[in-house]
């Protein structure tokens, strides 16, 4: 293997390796700012709480949307993983040649066949 494919390969796995750390970083900045509006919401309605809304089973929560930083994220990790051109194979499958241009409609099953990725063998 030559020093330049060495080196670039250094360089994309640092690129990846940036979005991850920005997705993370993301994540945690989102989940914090949720958290503390929905305490200061539920505080603001209901200063004290009866023991039977305790009781209350809690609903399941609602299948969210992912977002393309989540799927980048773990495309992102198979590519580190060695899958590099299965990840570029499956953007093609799903109709596009990079992760941007693939319809979020189509991010669950892009996400279903990435999970193969690494567990079939």
Do not use: W
């Not at 958290?35 to 809304?53: H, L, T, V, Y």
């Not at 799927?71 to 198979?78: N, T």
């Amino acid at each position: 293997m030559s020093r330049i494919k060495i080196l670039l390969d250094v360089i994309e796995d640092i690129h990846s390796l940036g979005d991850s750390l920005q997705i993370l970083a993301d994540a945690i900045a989102s989940d914090e700012s949720s958290e503390n509006s929905e305490e200061c919401k539920e505080n603001e309605k209901q200063p004290a709480k009866n023991s039977a809304a305790k009781k209350k089973e809690p609903e399941p929560p609602a299948e969210k949307e992912l977002t393309l930083e989540e799927v980048r994220a773990v495309l992102a990790d198979k590519s580190r993983a060695g899958f590099t051109e299965q990840v570029k194979e499956l953007l093609k499958k799903h109709g596009a040649d990079k992760l941007s241009a693939v319809d979020p409609a189509e991010y669950k099953a892009l996400l279903a066949d990435a999970e193969v990725l690494g567990n079939a063998g």
